[in-house]
T-cell receptor, first 109, second 111 residues
Framework: DAKTTQPPSMDCAEGRAANLPCNHS???????VYWYRQIHSQGPQYIIH???NNETNEMASLIITEDRKSSTLILPHATLRDTAVYYC??????????FGTGTRLKVLA | NAGVTQTPEFQVLKTGQSMTLQCAQD?????MSWYRQDPGMGLRLIHY???????DQGEVPNGYNVSRSTTEDFPLRLLSAAPSQTSVYFC??????????FGPGTRLTVT
């Protein structure tokens, strides 16, 4: 599974879009990109995943570059409740999800 | 559905003691896994299972045993607790390689 790299922390103003980048330059063709978040010390929560097409659900949008070497998670209108650690994971057909240290997003009032 | 449940919520052990962390899910998921999370760190995969009777090692399996006799349960056994195993332990389940559902965690302290 490819290694992912994320900035350790980011701030975002409430109501604005939060754009969280992830680098996965060694990703292979069959590896999906997954995003999870962890609020306080709770168990992580699934957000979204994709292979090569952009994806959108009720929580977020996932933009994957054409070469698949990086992706961006977009929270369109961040709220204080979106303050969390966000994890980007590249996973192939194995069941080994490798979490990195993630990005600590702080939404500011 | 209760989702993924873990017991106990908190546990204190002395070095050398053994114990079992319990994990159960009621979603009929084939895939279950155990992670540990040390302070300020991400989650690290300990063991996982893709179905009853099938288990495999993750990133940090040493000092832990698992078994999967039923679809619902996936206990994690600490054979001889060490202070380095002080951590928060999360169990997760999922289906079809898509999203995983995590339990609330067990906070373990080994003195």
């Amino acid at each position: 599974d490819a290694k992912t790299t994320q900035p350790p922390s980011m701030d975002c103003a409430e109501g604005r879009a939060a754009n969280l980048p992830c680098n996965h330059s060694t990703i292979s063709g069959n590896e999906y990109v997954y995003w999870y978040r962890q609020i306080h010390s709770q168990g992580p929560q699934y957000i979204i995943h994709g292979l090569k097409n952009n994806e959108t659900n009720e929580m977020a949008s996932l933009i994957i570059t054409e070469d698949r070497k990086s992706s961006t998670l977009i929270l369109p209108h961040a709220t204080l409740r979106d303050t969390a650690v966000y994890y980007c994971i590249a996973r192939s057909g194995t069941y080994k999800y490798i979490f990195g240290t993630g990005t600590r997003l702080k939404v500011l009032a | 559905n209760a989702g993924v449940t873990q017991t106990p919520e908190f546990q204190v052990l002395k070095t050398g003691q053994s114990m079992t962390l319990q994990c159960a899910q009621d979603m009929n998921h084939e895939y279950m896994s155990w992670y540990r999370q040390d302070p300020g760190m991400g989650l690290r995969l300990i063991h996982y299972s893709v179905g009853a009777g099938i288990t495999d090692q993750g990133e940090v399996p040493n000092g832990y045993n698992v078994s999967r006799s039923t679809t619902e349960d996936f206990p994690l056994r600490l054979l001889s607790a060490a202070p380095s195993q002080t951590s928060v332990y999360f169990c997760a389940s999922g289906e079809g390689g898509y999203e995983q559902y995590f339990g609330p965690g067990t906070r373990l302290t080994v003195t």
